[in-house]
T-cell receptor
């Protein structure tokens, strides 16, 4: 599974879009990009995933560059409840083994 | 409705004891997992079961033994507890093992403290 690199922390103003970057320059063609988040003391929560195309769901949007070497998770209107650690994971589909890095701690401020 | 539940939520015990943590999922998933999150907040997979069969075992000491009586349950038994076993343990489940529609759903965690 490819290694991912994320900034350790970011701040975002409440109501603004939060853009969380992730580098995965060694990603292979069959590896999906998954995003999870962990709100303090809770279990991780699935957000979104994609392979090549941009994806959107009720929680977020995922923008994957054409060369697939990086991606951005977008929370369109961040709220205080979005304060969490966000994990970007490149996953090979055969084992289902999620490898969590240090993630990005997003602090949404009033 | 709780999708993935764990009991107990907190567990405080002494070194050398044997303890179990239970996990149940009501999502009808075929695959279940155990993760350990240490004091530095690193989250690491320990085991994975698919249809009651062990498919991932990540160099975990053999004091840790997962048991899956059926697809909806994956329990974690720990023998001879050590101080270093103190952590938060998360159970998770997924419909598939990998694949394009593969998401893991996590339980609330069990905080184990060994004194």
């Amino acid at each position: 599974d490819a290694k991912t690199t994320q900034p350790p922390s970011m701040d975002c103003a409440e109501g603004r879009a939060a853009n969380l970057p992730c580098n995965h320059s060694t990603i292979s063609g069959n590896e999906y990009v998954y995003w999870y988040r962990q709100i303090h003391s809770q279990g991780p929560q699935y957000i979104i995933h994609g392979l090549k195309n941009n994806e959107t769901n009720e929680m977020a949007s995922l923008i994957i560059t054409e060369d697939r070497k990086s991606s951005t998770l977008i929370l369109p209107h961040a709220t205080l409840r979005d304060t969490a650690v966000y994990y970007c994971i490149a996953l090979t589909s055969n084992t289902g083994k999620l490898i969590f890095g240090q993630g990005t701690t997003l602090q949404v401020k009033p | 409705d709780t999708a993935v539940s764990q009991t107990p939520k907190y567990l405080v015990t002494q070194m050398g004891n044997d303890k179990s943590i239970k996990c149940e999922q009501n999502l009808g998933h075929d695959t279940m997992y155990w993760y350990k999150q240490d004091s530095k907040k690193f989250l690491k997979i320990m085991f994975s079961y698919n249809n009651k069969e062990l498919i991932i075992n990540e160099t975990v000491p053999n004091r840790f033994s997962p048991k899956s009586p059926d697809k909806a349950h994956l329990n974690l038994h720990i023998n001879s507890l050590e101080l270093g076993d103190s952590a938060v343990y998360f159970c998770a489940s997924s419909q598939e093992v990998g694949g394009p529609t593969y998401e893991q759903y996590f339980g609330p965690g069990t905080r184990l403290t060994v004194t």
